[in-house]
T-cell receptor
Framework: KAGVTQTPRYLIKTRGQQVTLSCSPI?????VSWYQQTPGQGLQFLFE???????NKGNFPGRFSGRQFSNSRSEMNVSTLELGDSALYLC????????????FGPGTRLTVL | AQTVTQSQPEMSVQEAETVTLSCTYD???????LFWYKQPPSRQMILVIR??????QNATENRFSVNFQKAAKSFSLKISDSQLGDAAMYFC??????????FGKGTSLLVTP
């Protein structure tokens, strides 16, 4: 069974631009969570989607948004990029909402110049 | 809010030796889950071991075991017979049933021949 996949793996953007990251969960998994990983703040929860609905949201500004499609694939969008948005964005999937065992993808490395 | 503290930014161990990584957490909940995740350099995060708070017995997975002290809110990871492949960042994480993972800052483990 294929693991969690994330595209693209690397991305370079400039301040003020917007970016969309994609995550495909493990087949059969219906919950997708997003995390931001930076050297300073560590791993921080962004949001969780289940059945196309946002179930939980972390403490991030409204520039960070996401959605989930009927096939459970998820996208997250960051608008008006700032230098501080440079990070590794990790996606994790689980079978059901609120499942504690999450399986992580390789991440998308976003660099904002 | 729950916090997870890993007081050892870096640890070193020789091959075949045993090392213990520390983790403490703060919560007022009685039902929760604790995890140790491993993130090798440039590779994706994988779950090493998990512990349900209601279980008194410490979890064990092959060479990995935990020492869960609920009253002290302590959750340490012991790696026995360390191998070169164990070198990675190790993250302790907490989850209140049904909610997002809350990670510590991580411990970088170096394994020397």
């Amino acid at each position: 069974k294929a693991g969690v996949t994330q595209t693209p793996r690397y991305l370079i953007k400039t301040r003020g631009q917007q970016v969309t990251l994609s995550c495909s969960p493990i087949s059969g998994h219906r919950s997708v969570s997003w995390y931001q990983q930076t050297p300073g703040q560590g791993l921080q929860f962004l949001f969780e989607y289940f059945s196309e609905t946002q179930r939980n949201k972390g403490n991030f500004p409204g520039r960070f948004s996401g959605r989930q499609f009927s096939n459970s694939r998820s996208e997250m969008n960051v608008s008006t990029l700032e230098l501080g948005d440079s990070a590794l964005y990790l996606c994790a999937s689980s079978l059901l909402a609120g499942e504690n065992e999450q399986f992580f993808g390789p991440g998308t490395r976003l660099t904002v110049l | 809010a729950q916090t997870v503290t890993q007081s050892q930014p870096e640890m070193s161990v020789q091959e075949a030796e045993t090392v213990t990584l520390s983790c403490t957490y703060d919560t007022s909940e009685s039902d929760y889950y604790l995890f140790w995740y491993k993130q090798p350099p440039s590779r994706q995060m994988i779950l090493v071991i998990r512990q349900e708070a209601y279980k008194q017995q410490n979890a064990t997975e092959n060479r990995f075991s935990v020492n869960f002290q609920k009253a002290a809110k302590s959750f340490s990871l012991k790696i026995s017979d360390s191998q070169l492949g164990d070198a990675a960042m190790y993250f302790c994480a907490y989850s209140n049933s049904g909610y997002a993972l809350n990670f510590g800052k991580g411990t970088s483990l170096l394994v020397t021949p």
